[in-house]
């Protein structure tokens, strides 16, 4: 059939197929189809029609393999793709392929709609019916059926590994229609990114940049295309990228560090300049997002808002990409009046606004001590400056261009650059502020501190890079700030003077809020004025701006409105804005001058009038505010700041209109003006004389009454400011003047000041002072023929005064005024009238109040305050009317009212009044108590001040009524305190803690604590619970009341103790030390004397304990040192008390022991080794109480009752005193099985004490020859039970080991009771950790126990039982079984046999279940390597792992590396168990796919399992390793492919690190000490190159450049310098095959590489014929790396080293390979290359140095003196020193070349000479070069040529690193230094004592900054010893290991110090220095395992046992 037929048949089989697989029932039938089409001729005959010239045909085969893919939910669809063509060369030109009409006329399409795709029905699916009459759609659907959900997660990582097969199906997806545009999208978000199983890695590379760009394109299509109510495919397009691109840590947006460069390193970032970071932003590592920037510069955000947004989230998301961002678009900025610039400007103000990325500030690795709520510490550097700027400004828009802006004379150009300028400088400040709050909590300084440098330099380059400030005040002048009255010609200049007809804006009506251009700049002109003056202070203060100007305008502002309706009428709200700057503006203004005239008033009465007379809340609180700063700063409120804001409430706020009169005709003028101008006549008057009235105010103290004690206690701070006194002398003078006729100015001031003196209740100690004032402005108002209704209403207002003085109980009570009908029918008429503003109405009240005594009534009062409560200002409105009233009757009334009336009323009533206010009768209601504690709490919440002046005015009437011989219980106190309780119980600590401070300081409060009544108990329900009781202040404020109650327990007899119990436990965690101990001793002799009251005493007792037991660890000890016999002599009476007898006991004798000698004590959680060091100096100095004697522990033992506090005791006595252990052996020997039940711990340190002496304990010895093995059996019990706690367990197994160190004799008993054990517990007993711990310790120690039966086959047994129970049952693995596993594991060597029937079922339950876990494969190849298994059996589990699903996992390399090398360790194992059965050649091809070419432990298993395959199957391995590919997840198609998938970065690391000690024997998996695991292994690519020469697959010349670009030859050529033989001839054999390969090659570089390797030729001799076998010579490293360097130049000729190595090669007719190559030319290069020169030679001879031979070719050249050289003149360049110091360091590694540097270059008197010029950061690598010479010279041969000075040197150049001290990494070298000083050397030297002092006094001084983890043993093996041959600080690992490891390397530098101390005589050793190193030696050693404790040999184990010989003697 042809192909012009063949589509028939193929059409009729997809409508077959999609027939069948509509229904279950007929699948099957479908399936023997499919099966019969999958037939490989079929399926290569189908596979030809792609491509075909027949399109029908071609369309109608995708068809087909789509319904195959589809059928029966995608069951065919992993054969379908693996037999697609994915290569095929037609494939992707179908992908173009679409249709050109709109009929399906053209491909023969007449089935229904989804044959294969599986849409849902509807409107979506009929519109992709349409479009499957295309070759595209059917192809992209068929592709997206492998990634869609329902497809298994293996089929969709083959395809997205398979390149662009995926990512092709977007290149045209801009042209697709909209359903299959959409279906792409949904398909790739759910069947991709939902998919968590497909690692992210693959994710990212399936979506790059050009992928991003394509879906971009779908913007352009924002018409609606689909079915109706569907989104537009650009909206769905714009969700989809915002989806991908703009959360961080999810799509292809990564996590950032904000400004940090993905390269940052803190530790070297002062190194770098400012071109450095410039460099490294732009380059590609330097990024966190890599594939974003790309993108980000294709979209258009001015030409569409749905890509702006994007735009602007992404760079929110990821702030690394602004500054390329500015860069990528070339957006104009140049300031022009165009729809571009205008658009440009507006897009680069939001990104300027975006938030700045502060929280990269913070570590985000750091643990914190804390909760979670406590932010992360901040980093010490801060980013990168550039990056800040770049972000603040845009880098296109220089300050020119901002001056040009400002300056322009378009109004709109200048209102956009200004608020792009302001947008900036906001951001600035922001950024500034963050990092001073870094600098402040990193306590740095000022002057040197990284933050505080970076914030200046921030700061300054900002003020550089913006517009002077004078461009910005001329701005404001220019656009009118008085009230913008310049003409729009006189603003824009000329070219708007010929426009004809436009309104000025000085014609428009003023009073109209319409927003012109002009009050646009001006509002953001002040708002940039503002924000210069406070986030750029410094670049204010350099302008010569003046302000006054600046200010007048906007404080000037409207004129005064005449009448209340024009008011309403308001000012243009951007006129409101710029005057709320203008305010702000002149708080920052600290050197204002507020005496200058603006118009005819001060500055600061106009401040005054917009505070108090404006309608705006932020007006009125940024007035506030500037009010509040200004008067702080001045003398006058010097003495209290916070009465500022009682002045400020206390003002006038009321408006009268225009010609209002009094009832009798008297003209009232307004009453806020006319206040503010007597005031501020009085504070200009006051601040020229303020000495003057502040006498004034302080006289009236000596005037007062009573006795000279009670006037004491008036202070500066309780009397008013002297403008207080400036206002009654200019108020006396008024009155004077106007005695006949009063003006309503007067009363305005009265009104004031009895505001203001009733406010000043509150920070007044009693009430004579206020009586005072309120008799002087009584004597005022007592003039003679005073008259009128003003002087009426002056009068009423001192009357509301002296009535509220008396708190509204007085004798002069005012009947009730009854309702006049007339006025309420007035008030009605008025009320349905058109409303006033608020300040109007509310004048209109008060002052009908105030005149018309008969107008304030209840009715009349509510429908004035129901007005008032709908006006928008009702709170301030409320305010006035309730301040005026006279009735306290009226005002709680309002008060008590629950709708919106009683609501604004509590809202705006002050406190102080309201309390006043109320008498008795209304403090007992209950609603009135609720109503003043929400009063009382809202004034808290805003001001804590407020709050305590609100306390101080209670306890002020309370004193009054009580002075008033009213009694406590009868006065408000009960009232009071029941409203405090509800008030303050609601409010935060911080916020009630003033006012809590204030009661307690009152004596009524303190009477009422020291009662018992109901008083007390409403104070202590709330009240007292808000006093701290970790605050001194709390405790010294009630010790008057502690003490009291402490003396009534002292001093009243036992009987009567139990009523004032409960109330002294509640004062008890405020008690001082000596009241807690009088308490105690109470108790004790209380319970101890029998006493009948011992149930009530207890809880006291337990609360005292619990106090004390909080106090500093030095008090507790002493405070119970003395009483500890007493306690312990408690704690064996059961009590509720005895959980906290027992842990005071145990406190105090865990600290009569040094901490470390139990072992059994826990090493505690994460610790600051600052405490523990200092708990360890403590604890060594302390010794037994002194109560606690061998009498005690006699009558302990003579009771037979044991209790934890006895076995404290007991226990350390077994440590104290040897006596005690002596008694306690003769009764061990008499009843020690019970003893061993109730006090094991004291059998445990009975045991570990006598096992260190060397002459056991008789006693001891006749219990072992008894009973001992009873007594270990009974041991062995609880080790193994499955109910024993794990403490006791380890205390058990302590003993154990004890017991049979000091009965080896007993040891086949032992053995025989702990088999006995094993053998009847359970196994998940066997596998607890402390079991497991024993078992291991007892292997390591006893080896012979590992008998047949014996203990350890037992246990084995029993754990393999149970270990394939949980492997098999379980999902995941509990953390305590990993642990055990490991143990288990290295138990298993231990078993004499391991039965392959228990082995093999856990093998396989391993293999199935936990493949991917690498503690159980671990155990797997450990328990595979100890048990001999069938050869069928092993076969099997090797098929099970390269057949499981997760094996796929280690091919791609997505699981742990030591996951994946356990999986190795394991197939290793089962390889080489059977090797004629398992080396299976498809079970050594999935070997392949795991293998990843490098030097790791895990690749040498499977080389050598290669190898392995080779020797018994006699076949070559090479078919199989040739389809092997770096690449993770890929195979190759043969040896060149694979050579040319090696990563040339990795295998350029291999030739500069070639392991010279590496064999070509791989068969054995052996240690070589130059491994580098990251590294390829250079016997594998010898070998994949010789294998690709022979089979000949290098045909062309590119390919040969392909190959060698892998820089595979400098690898063979590097080997030349092997030390190895075997290594030397198979690379002579390689190049051979090389050589002769490259004679028939033609390419390019074929001359040079020739070249190249003829020179190396020469070196290589032809083998000798009488000795065949011998290797090559061995050449020198820096020969063999310069011939590799220059290889690898060849094919990378954009090296600056290519021109260099070839120059040289080809100018010397021969080449010496006993020399050093280029060293002059390189280090001492003139051209402007030199640096890079230098550089590159430095490293090269560091990495030459690899042994005595290359040391014998470097010093002919006097390499160590050229670079000491070199080193000496670069003073300034750290980064070059310590690349020398690095070369240095691989010199003294060598033991010829450190001995010879010594001896013949003077090596130690040039350091020496150094020393006094090292460089921050150079310390450590100084001392680990000293350390290095200490190591690996000879000190015999030093000694005999030097005489010893040698030694002197380097303790001289360790005294001066021991001064300038630095990290504990460098410390613990020195330390190390110093030790092998003194350990070498027969006498002792003077100085080591000194430097040992020294040392440990850094030592302390570095505690107080580490924190670590003393439960982690995971670091205990790092290495970091000598030889050192690298650099840590340059590798930057250096603080990596002080920070991983600190505990270790802690731990081992004190024990190196105290060996040091040791080796000193002991005349020398001084306790400043032995105390502290001991001590802290032994908490050391308890921080070890549990197997490592008390293992012999051990110097901290020595040193303990040595310190219980010494303490007990």
């Not at 129901?866 to 409105?877: D, K, Q, R, V």
């Not at 001999?1428 to 094996?1447: D, E, G, M, S, Y």
Request: glycine residues 6%; contains cysteine; aromatic residues 8%.
């Amino acid at each position: 059939m042809g192909k012009k037929e063949a589509s028939a048949p193929i059409s009729v089989l997809v409508r077959v197929l999609f027939l069948l697989n509509m229904d279950q029932n007929t699948q099957s039938s479908g399936s023997i189809i499919i099966k019969s089409v999958l037939l490989s001729p079929n399926t290569r005959r189908l596979i030809s029609y792609f491509g075909s010239t027949e399109k029908n045909l071609s369309f109608w085969t995708c068809r087909l393999f789509g319904a195959v893919a589809d059928f029966g939910d995608g069951q065919f669809r992993k054969e379908i793709f693996d037999v697609f063509p994915w290569g095929h060369n037609a494939l992707w030109p179908m992908l173009s392929m679409r249709r050109k009409d709109s009929t399906a006329e053209g491909y023969g399409l007449t089935n229904p709609p989804g044959i294969f795709t599986p849409m849902p029905a509807g409107r979506l699916g009929i519109h992709l019916y349409y479009a499957l009459t295309d070759i595209r759609t059917t192809l992209v659907l068929l592709i997206l059926s492998f990634v869609q959900p329902s497809t298994h997660t293996s089929i969709k990582l083959s395809l997205l590994d398979k390149g662009d097969a995926f990512s092709s199906i977007f290149r045209d997806i801009g042209k697709d229609s909209y359903a299959l545009a959409r279906r792409i999208l949904d398909v790739s978000w759910e069947g991709i990114w939902g998919d968590t199983r497909i690692p992210f890695g693959t994710k990212i590379a399936a979506f790059g940049d050009q992928v991003l760009t394509s879906i971009s394109k779908l913007y352009g299509r924002y018409e609606e295309e689909g079915p109706k109510d569907e989104p537009s495919i650009a909206e769905i397009a714009h969700h989809f990228l915002l989806a991908l691109c703009t959360r961080p840590g999810s799509g292809v947006c990564f996590k950032s560090r904000g400004w940090y460069a993905r390269n940052f390193d803190a530790r070297h970032h002062h190194l770098a300049t400012r071109d450095d970071h410039q460099t490294a932003r732009r380059q590609e590592n330097s990024l966190f997002n890599r594939v974003l920037p790309a993108f980000v510069k294709t979209l258009k955000p001015n030409d569409d808002p749905r890509q702006q947004e994007l735009v602007l989230k992404v760079l929110e998301a990821a702030p690394e990409l602004i500054p390329g961002f500015w860069q990528a678009i070339n957006m104009t900025l140049e300031p022009r009046l165009s729809s571009r610039w205008i658009t440009n400007i507006a897009l680069a103000t939001k990104i300027v606004s975006l938030p700045s990325p502060v929280f990269s500030f913070r570590s985000t690795t750091a643990r914190s001590p804390s909760s979670s709520a406590t932010p992360p510490p901040y980093i010490h550097s801060p980013p990168p400056i550039q990056a800040i700027l770049d972000s603040i400004l845009p880098i296109t828009l220089p300050k020119a261009a901002l001056t040009k802006g400002l300056r322009s004379s378009s109004t709109v150009v200048r209102h956009l650059t200004a608020t792009l300028l302001a947008q900036s400088i906001k951001k600035t400040g922001e950024i500034a502020e963050e990092m001073k709050r870094a600098s402040e909590a990193l306590e740095e300084d000022e002057t040197s501190g990284s933050w505080a440098l970076g914030r200046k330099e921030l700061l300054k380059e900002v003020s550089g890079r913006i517009p002077e400030l004078v461009e910005v005040a001329r701005m404001m002048d220019l656009e009118g700030g008085s009230g913008g009255k310049k003409s729009k010609e006189d603003v824009e200049g000329g070219k708007n003077k010929k426009q004809k007809g436009k309104a000025n804006p000085s014609t428009i009506d003023p009073n109209q809020p319409a927003a012109t251009p002009s009050t646009l700049v001006h509002e953001v002109a002040s708002r940039l004025m503002w924000y210069y003056h406070r986030y750029l202070p410094n670049a204010a203060a350099e302008s010569h701006v003046g302000m006054r100007n600046i200010i007048a305008p906007i404080l000037e502002g409207e004129e005064s409105q005449k009448d209340g309706k024009q008011q309403e009428r308001k000012q243009p709200p951007l006129r409101t804005t710029s005057q709320l700057h203008g305010l702000r503006l002149l708080e920052e203004l600290e050197s204002y001058d507020w005496s200058v005239k603006i118009g005819t008033r001060t500055a600061l009465y106009h401040v005054l009038q917009k505070q108090m007379t404006t309608p705006h809340a932020a007006i009125r609180n940024a007035g506030s505010s500037l009010l509040q700063s200004f008067f702080s700063r001045s003398l006058i409120f010097e003495h209290d700041p916070d009465e500022i804001q009682l002045w400020l409430s206390s003002f006038p706020r009321a408006l009268r209109k225009a010609g209002t009169t009094a009832p009798d005709g008297t003209p009232l003028s307004d009453e806020v003006g006319g206040f503010l101008a007597f005031f501020d006549a009085c504070l200009s008057r006051c601040l020229k004389t303020p000495y003057r009235y502040l006498e004034e105010g302080l006289g009236i103290i000596s005037q007062l009454e009573g006795p000279e004690e009670s006037r004491a206690v008036y202070t500066p701070a309780t009397v008013p400011s002297p403008l207080f006194f400036t206002i009654l002398e200019e108020l006396r003078y008024r009155v004077s003047k106007e005695k006949d006729n009063w003006s309503s100015d007067l009363l305005a001031v009265f009104a004031f000041l009895r505001k203001f003196i009733l406010s000043l209740l509150g920070k007044q100690p009693d009430l004579q002072y206020v009586h005072h004032l309120a008799r002087v402005l009584e004597g005022y108002a007592e003039v003679e023929g005073g008259r009128g209704v003003v002087f009426d209403a002056v009068r009423r207002e001192l009357k509301i005064l002296r009535r509220c003085l008396e708190f509204g109980d007085g004798s002069e009570q005012e009947l009730p005024i009854v309702s006049n009908p007339s006025i309420l029918k007035e008030f009605m008429t008025l009320s349905s009238m058109e409303s006033l503003s608020w300040q109007y109405q509310a004048s209109v009240f008060t002052d009908r109040l105030r005149f018309d005594p008969t107008s304030e009534s209840e009715d009349v009062v509510m429908l004035m305050a129901s007005m008032l409560a709908s006006l928008p200002g009702s709170t301030e409105a409320m305010r006035e009317l309730l301040l005026n009233l006279s009735s306290s009757e009226i005002l709680w009334a309002l008060l008590g009212y629950d709708d919106e009336i009683g609501d604004a009323a509590r809202r705006s009533v002050p406190f102080h009044y309201a309390f006043i206010q109320a008498n008795g009768g209304m403090l007992r209601s209950d609603k009135n108590i609720r109503a003043l504690a929400a009063i009382f709490r809202a004034e808290a919440e805003q001001s804590a001040a407020a709050a305590k002046r609100n306390a101080n005015l209670i306890s002020l009437r309370v004193q009054a009524e009580i002075s008033g011989k009213i009694s406590l219980a009868e006065s408000s106190a009960p009232h009071a305190l029941r409203m405090l309780n509800i008030a303050l119980g609601e409010l935060a600590r911080d916020v009630a803690s003033p006012a809590v401070h204030q009661l307690f300081a009152t004596e009524f409060v303190r009477e009422i604590c020291s009662s018992q009544g109901d008083l007390y108990l409403d104070l202590t329900a709330n009240i007292r619970g808000l006093l701290s009781e970790s605050s001194t202040e709390d405790k010294d404020l009630v010790q008057s009341i502690c003490a009291y109650w402490s003396s009534i327990i002292s001093g009243a007899p036992t009987q009567t103790h139990s009523s004032a119990i409960p109330h002294v436990i509640q004062w008890v965690p405020f008690m001082s030390t000596e009241h807690l101990l009088s308490c105690l001793d109470v108790t004790l002799s209380s319970l101890t004397q029998g006493s009948q009251a011992m149930p009530e005493v207890m809880p006291l007792l337990e609360s005292v304990l619990y106090a004390i037991m909080k106090l500093p660890s030095d008090s507790v000890h002493d405070a119970l040192a003395s009483r500890t016999k007493a306690l312990v002599l408690l704690s064996l009476q059961p009590s509720r008390a005895a959980t906290l007898i027992s842990k005071a006991v145990h406190f105090v004798m865990e600290s009569a022991l040094p901490i470390g000698l139990d072992t059994t004590t826990p090493a505690g959680e994460e610790i600051n080794l600052e405490k523990l060091a200092a708990k360890a100096a403590g604890r060594w100095r302390r010794s037994l109480p002194d109560g606690v004697t061998l009498d005690l522990f006699e009558e302990i033992i003579g009771k037979g009752e044991w209790s934890q506090s006895s076995t404290h005791t007991v226990t350390v006595l077994m440590y104290r005193r040897s006596g005690g252990r002596l008694k306690f052996a003769e009764w061990l020997a008499s009843d020690c099985e019970s003893l061993i039940k109730e006090a094991l711990p004291v059998v445990s340190a009975f045991l570990d004490a006598v096992s260190g002496t060397e002459r056991p304990l008789q006693p001891a010895v006749e219990m072992g020859a008894k009973s001992v093995a009873a007594y270990f059996n009974s041991l062995a019990k609880d080790v193994f039970s499955a109910t024993t706690q794990g403490r006791r367990k380890e205390i058990a197994s302590n003993c154990m080991v004890s017991l049979i160190r000091l009965f080896p004799d007993q040891a086949k008993e032992f053995r025989r009771a702990l088999t006995a054990a094993i053998e009847s517990a359970t196994p998940a007993a066997v596998l607890e950790p402390e079991a497991l711990m024993l078992l291991e310790r007892l292997a390591a120690e006893h080896p012979r126990w590992a008998v047949s039966e014996g203990p350890f086959d037992a246990a084995v047994e029993l754990a393999l039982k149970w270990v394939v129970r949980r492997f098999a049952e379980d999902k995941t693995d509990k953390p305590t079984l990993l642990n055990s596993l490991g143990m288990l594991g290295g138990l298993l060597r231990h078993a004499t046999e391991i039965k392959p029937y228990l082995a093999e079922p856990v093998l396989t339950a391993a293999v199935q279940h936990r493949l991917d876990r690498a503690e159980p494969m671990q155990f797997a190849s450990q328990l595979a390597c100890n048990v001999t298994l069938k050869a069928p059996n092993t076969n099997r589990l090797i098929q099970a792992i390269v057949q499981h699903p997760q094996f796929q996992l280690h091919v791609r390399q997505t699981t742990l590396p030591a996951t994946r090398e356990a999986l190795v360790s394991l197939s290793e194992a089962l390889f080489k168990a059977h090797p004629n059965v398992t080396c299976q050649p498809n079970s050594i091809a999935a070997l392949v796919s795991l293998y990843t070419g490098t030097q790791s432990l895990a690749d040498r298993r499977i080389l050598s399992v290669f190898q392995l395959f080779e020797r018994h199957r006699r076949i070559s391995a090479l078919s199989l390793l040739s389809r092997w590919s770096a690449k993770a997840g890929t195979s190759s198609g043969s040896a060149f492919e694979a050579v040319t998938s090696l990563d040339p970065t990795r295998m350029e690391r291999t030739f500069l690190n070639f392991p010279q000690s590496r064999s070509m024997a791989v068969d054995q998996v052996t240690e070589y000490r130059d491994c580098d695991e990251d590294s390829y292994d250079p016997v594998f690519v010898m070998l994949l190159l010789a294998a690709c020469v022979n089979e000949g697959s290098i045909k062309t010349g590119i390919s040969w450049v392909e190959l060698c670009r892998t820089s595979v030859l400098s690898v063979v050529v590097a080997g030349m310098s092997s030390r190895e033989g075997d290594m030397r001839r198979a690379v002579a054999s390689v190049l051979g095959l090389v050589w002769r390969a490259l004679q028939k090659a033609t390419f390019h570089e074929r001359d040079q590489t020739l070249f190249v390797l003829n020179r190396l030729r020469h070196f290589i001799p032809p083998p000798d014929s009488a000795k065949p076998q011998d290797p090559p010579p061995r050449l020198p490293t820096c020969t063999s790396l310069l011939f590799a360097h220059a290889l690898h130049c060849i094919f990378n000729p954009a090296t600056f080293f290519y021109p260099v190595a070839m120059r040289f090669l080809l100018q010397r007719p021969t080449f010496n390979p006993n020399d050093v190559p280029l060293i002059f030319e390189m280090l001492f290069k003139g051209n402007e290359d030199w640096k890079q020169h230098r550089k590159w030679m430095i490293t090269y001879l560091r990495d030459s140095m690899r042994g005595s031979r290359d040391w014998v070719v470097l010093r002919k050249r006097h390499t160590w003196d050229l670079l000491a050289t070199i080193f000496q003149e670069s003073p300034h360049d750290p980064a070059l020193r310590l690349s020398i110091l690095e070369v240095f360091l691989k010199f003294t590694a060598n033991p010829d070349a450190v001995t010879s540097l010594v001896l013949r270059s003077s090596l130690l008197n040039w350091m020496e000479n150094q020393c006094s010029c090292v460089l921050d950061g150079e310390e450590l690598p100084w001392a680990m070069i000293v350390e290095n010479i200490l190591t690996m010279s000879d000190h015999e041969k030093l000694d005999a040529n030097t005489a010893g000075g040698w030694r002197a040197s380097v303790g001289h150049i360790l005294e001066t690193l021991l001064k300038r001290k630095g990290s504990i990494s460098l410390l613990a070298v020195v330390s190390r230094c110093l030790l092998r000083l003194a350990s070498s050397q027969s006498q002792d030297a003077p100085s080591l004592s000194q430097s040992l002092e020294a040392a440990v006094a850094w030592l302390q001084e570095m505690e107080s900054e580490m924190k670590v983890d003393t439960t982690s043993e995971a670091t205990r093996h790092s290495h970091f010893a000598a030889p050192f041959t690298a650099l840590p600080i340059t590798a930057s690992n250096a603080d990596e290991i002080a920070e991983r490891d600190a505990f270790r390397v802690w731990g081992t530098t004190v024990q190196t110090l105290w060996q040091l101390a040791m080796t000193l005589p002991a005349s020398k050793r001084n306790a400043a220095t032995w105390d502290p190193l001991t001590s802290r030696l032994l908490a050391w050693n308890l921080t070890k395992s549990f197997s490592e404790k008390g293992r012999l040999g051990d110097i901290g184990e020595w040193a303990r046992r040595e310190v219980i010989q010494c303490i007990s003697a």
